[in-house]
């Protein structure tokens, strides 16, 4: 089963990009979250917010264009959409934490079957760590994505019973996409929605460290 | 009228004694008083209580500060990936550290200058955010309580100031200055710019002139990387 190809980072972004409504207001964590924006449909438009004070975020600047007063949260220089707007940090929580933010993507060190998110620090990791603005937006996003591996590097599953890892938020995933399932968090539990190619249910459960509930036949991860 | 405009950065700075309470601004490389951190670091202000998004990007920004053992403890919610003095200070415990949500550091300051007592959210229950907090439950949810941080000095950078304080920003170096303008006791603002009053369209100003006590012009630094 190791050897089973799983999708890349890029192919977690692209499915997860599926999951962006037409019109959405979106903001995009650090790592494979912050791949989605390359992969969006041609036919939707949605509209990425950064925590530093900006809506209407367009692709990242090419060399020669870029303004250094002008970054995203990860301090890349980005460009603007037209009818883009700038306001500051207390503004930018607010529309997270406030509910107004219809979409959000974090990435993830471990989700467990309640939807409790860790993704700030890992246990005796070296230095102080740092929250940054994830606290906030699991807590107010409409809707919460996590993106990630669906094992760490040694194998060990990352969705779990209950997070081992200091927490970002309590019940506040919706969605999971990771690298070999697309999974919904539900109050009756984890629901398995889609399922990498050449992988089974079965084969996904022995990975993950809680129960998956299985209703139907689980149809293919699509990317399209 | 009261005269906020000073002729340097040394001057504007020259007051600030050990152990104070300093709010500083910038996120993400833009909207840094960098300028003020050189002045505060040839001063040599100490046991400084620092509050910023961040800790600082190798020598650049708070960076000095840390280097030159300045602080003494800080509150902020990301100390980022370059944050080498701050990382050295924190592991050797020459500084401590309080880490907050970032919306919520926002709104804790913001609190501070609106004259509030603290508020209640749900940001941070049930992690490490909340220990020693009180915990309540309103509107079907619960809640921590969090208190207004206040500081003695705001350092922040602004692109225009008019000689009576009203502020405008450049793009997204926004980002903390104006919550913090409104939280200290002394706000200075460093800018790009200082212009006669009546030049700002008054629709145009950010931070209105009350919120500001001292301007100095000082051209931009910026630190790469």
Same mark, same amino acid.
């Given at each position: ?6 999708? @890349? ?23 494979? $979250? ?6 969006? $449909? #041609?036919?939707? @438009? ?10 209407? *975020?367009?692709?990242?600047? #090419?060399?020669? %264009? ?28 607010? *529309? ?11 990435? +993830?060190?471990?989700?467990? %079957? ?8 890992? $246990? ?5 760590? +740092? ?26 599953? #990352?969705?779990?019973? #209950? ?14 996409? @990771? ?12 629901? *398995? ?8 249910? %079965? ?22 | ?6 002729? !340097?950065?040394?001057?504007?700075? =020259? ?29 040599? /202000?100490?046991?400084? /209580?620092?509050? !910023? ?58 609190? =501070? ?67 913090? =303008? ?16 009546? /030049? ?26």
């Amino acid at each position: 089963m190791p050897d089973k190809p799983r999708l @890349t980072r890029e192919q977690i972004a692209q499915r997860a990009a599926l999951e962006l409504p037409d019109g959405a207001y979106v903001n995009l964590g650090w790592g494979i $979250p912050n791949l989605i924006a390359d992969y969006l $449909p #041609k036919e939707i @438009t949605v509209y990425f917010h950064s925590e530093n004070g900006i809506l209407g *975020m367009g692709r990242r600047a #090419k060399p020669g %264009e870029e303004d250094f007063d002008q970054v995203d949260a990860m301090k890349i220089p980005v460009t603007l959409i037209p009818g883009a707007s700038f306001f500051h940090q207390a503004d930018a929580h607010l *529309m997270s934490r406030g509910g107004h933010l219809d979409v959000a993507v974090l990435g +993830g060190f471990q989700v467990s %079957e309640k939807g409790d998110l860790s993704n700030w620090k890992i $246990p005796g990791s070296k230095g102080s760590g +740092g929250i940054g603005g994830a606290m906030d937006i699991a807590a107010g996003a409409k809707t919460l994505i996590v993106c990630m591996e669906h094992t760490t590097k040694d194998g060990a599953p #990352k969705i779990v019973k #209950k997070c081992a890892y200091p927490l970002t938020g309590l019940a506040c995933v919706d969605i999971i996409v @990771t690298d070999l399932a697309v999974i919904d968090v539900k109050p009756e539990g984890l629901i *398995m929605r889609e399922v990498a190619r050449g992988w089974t249910p %079965e084969d996904v459960q022995e990975l993950t460290g809680a129960q998956l509930i299985v209703r139907q036949r689980i149809p293919e991860m699509s990317f399209a | 009228m009261k005269q906020k405009i000073y002729s !340097s950065t040394d001057a504007v700075v =020259a007051d600030i004694p050990d152990g104070a309470q300093i709010m500083f601004g910038g996120f993400g490389g833009a909207g840094f008083p960098n300028n003020l951190i050189h002045a505060l670091a040839r001063k040599g /202000t100490k046991n400084i /209580t620092a509050i !910023s998004n961040n800790c600082g990007t190798r020598e650049g920004e708070l960076g000095l500060m840390f280097k030159n053992n300045q602080i003494k403890h800080v509150i902020a919610s990301f100390p980022g990936p370059h944050a080498n003095y701050f990382q050295e200070r924190f592991a050797a415990k020459e500084v401590t550290l309080e880490l907050v949500p970032q919306g919520i550091l926002c709104e804790r300051m913001r609190a =501070a200058g609106a004259g509030l007592q603290g508020f209640y959210t749900t940001v941070g229950v049930g992690t490490e955010v909340a220990e020693g907090k009180e915990e309540r439950f309103l509107e079907g949810k619960r809640c921590i309580l969090e208190m207004p941080i206040h500081a003695d000095y705001a350092l922040i950078k602004a692109q225009q100031a008019d000689e009576l304080g009203n502020l405008t920003y450049r793009l997204a170096a926004r980002n903390f200055n104006p919550i913090m =303008a409104m939280a200290a006791k002394t706000t200075i603002a460093e800018v790009e710019e200082i212009v006669p009053a009546g /030049t700002i369209n008054p629709e145009h100003v950010m931070t209105p002139a009350i919120f500001v006590h001292r301007i100095v012009q000082a051209k931009g630094l910026r630190y790469a990387g």
